[in-house]
């Protein structure tokens, strides 16, 4: 049978000349709640209203699909009519409606957000309006209008949100029966009394004022940095010239995580997503590819990799997942032979890093130390062989042995279960604590320490050794 959808719009009066044809059509009328202000638009007609299922749901989620159920099933009877308030776009429980039924009909009406947005006067012509339930799905946008805000925990979850995108001292209005005040988002459940005709509208300051700022805006300032009559010093950069850059950056990055250093992390991480930026809008500049691409590319890839969340693999534990991971990148990257795995490895890599990953590759095919003693057992011969190469004074031999002893080196140690690069960078971390305090006590001491010898050196970093771990 035949469903209408009404959209009785946010008061009285607001209905239609096409809906008041429908509902005198004699359709059976079911009405979502009969708490809306609109719902007096239905004053003298035998409506059936929904309120009931709103206390015998858990959360909006079951609701929705409540209230679907009750108007489909009514329609295997007869012609129904459904009525909401707002708009029927607005409403989830229309949305599902439409999907499953073929023969509905929409009669709309004037809708919460437009209604919002009219009464805030709102200047943006893209304005996003969303329910105070669904506010965990919006996204940044130049404008929004918040309908739905009709209790204090709905209020607080659009405050939230809402200080993310916009900044907890952003202008806004709140609008309700009594009209419309002007407030800091932070204030949105602070208000004295919620309803069904509740909301909140705000919208981004310029750009240069604004309080909050996404990604989209940080491609947009790296654009006009680069943009004629922008800075002399960005317009001239090019891929190649900044490359360095994000090596530095991201080094700075994993120093900040290294220290714990929370404030630190989030400017580091900043500067990261600023390089990213400057390579995407250069590219963008030249036709290559645009910030959209870049980050639908990346998802895609993530989606793609995690088949045991978003498809049919399996993973019980973290190697399993990891398994997977690298079996899906292997195909994604068209990667037949154990070869080609290794060749990707990038030649940028700090050597001792690309030496691990280099190693770990090559021994998926089976080309790796039987064991750590045997590892051991070729760091010693290696070993030997760079000391003979330096008593017969051959430099190339000795360079070609020094590179064979360092990748055993890294050999045994990745056997060990280390993370050789950060292993190294301990090592040498420690190592300069030790020689900075072993100097502290000698100068205190009034030595020379560029007249010490091999075992004066020794006995002053076992002095800083007892030192430190005092300290």
Not at 73 to 101: F, N, P, W
Not at 244 to 262: G, H, P
Not at 337 to 346: D, K, L, W, Y
Request: aromatic residues 8%; glycine residues 6%; contains cysteine.
């Amino acid at each position: 049978m035949k469903i209408t959808l009404i959209g009785l719009g946010v008061q009285e009066g607001d209905l239609s000349a096409r809906a008041e044809a429908a509902l005198k059509s004699g359709a059976k009328i079911f009405a979502r709640t009969s708490k809306a202000p609109a719902f007096a638009s239905l004053n003298g007609y035998d409506v059936r209203t929904l309120d009931g299922l709103f206390e015998s749901s858990r959360n909006f989620d079951t609701l929705n699909k409540k209230l679907a159920k009750a108007v489909l099933d009514a329609s295997k009877q007869g012609d129904v009519v459904y009525c909401v308030d707002g708009a029927v776009c607005e409403d989830t429980a229309c949305r599902m409606i439409l999907s499953r039924h073929k023969d509905t009909l929409v009669i709309d009406g004037v809708s919460k957000a437009a209604h919002i947005s009219s009464l805030a006067r709102l200047k943006s012509a893209r304005v996003t309006g969303i329910s105070a339930y669904d506010i965990g799905n919006l996204k940044s946008s130049p404008a929004v209008a918040v309908y739905d805000m009709d209790d204090f925990y709905a209020a607080s979850e659009v405050k939230i949100k809402l200080s993310d995108l916009f900044g907890e001292e952003a202008e806004c209005a709140f609008v309700s029966s009594e009209g419309v005040k002007k407030i800091k988002v932070y204030e949105i459940d602070r208000m004295k009394h919620y309803d069904m005709s509740c909301g909140v509208a705000v919208e981004e300051a310029d750009f240069l004022h604004k309080q909050r700022y996404d990604y989209a805006d940080l491609v947009h300032m790296v654009e006009l940095l680069r943009a004629p009559g922008g800075c002399p010093w960005d317009r001239a950069q090019t891929n190649e010239s900044i490359r360095i850059n994000m090596i530095e950056e991201a080094y700075e990055l994993v120093d900040a995580v290294n220290k714990d250093d929370d404030d630190m992390i989030e400017e580091e991480t900043g500067d990261v997503l600023l390089q990213a930026a400057f390579h995407t809008v250069m590219k963008g500049e030249q036709g290559a590819f645009t910030a959209e691409d870049v980050t639908t590319r990346v998802v895609k890839k993530l989606i793609f990799r995690h088949s045991h969340i978003f498809g049919k693999d399996k993973a019980k534990d973290e190697a399993d997942a990891l398994g997977v991971w690298e079996k899906n990148k292997r195909e994604e990257k068209h990667q037949s032979t154990f070869g080609e795995t290794v060749a990707a490895v990038p030649s940028g890599f700090p050597s001792c890093m690309r030496a691990q990953k280099v190693q770990k590759r090559a021994a998926k095919a089976g080309l790796d130390y039987l064991s750590s003693v045997s590892a051991a057992e070729q760091l010693s011969q290696d070993a030997q062989n760079c000391v003979n190469a330096l008593v017969k004074q051959d430099k190339q031999a000795a360079e070609r042995a020094c590179g064979e002893l360092l990748f055993t080196a890294v050999g045994l140690c990745r056997l060990a279960g280390a993370d050789c690069e950060q292993a190294l960078a301990d090592a040498t971390e420690q190592f300069s604590k030790k020689f900075i305090k072993a100097e502290e006590i000698a100068i205190s001491q009034g030595k020379n320490v560029s007249d010490f010898t091999e075992l004066d050196w020794k006995w002053y970093l076992m002095q800083a050794e007892n030192a430190l771990k005092k300290d």
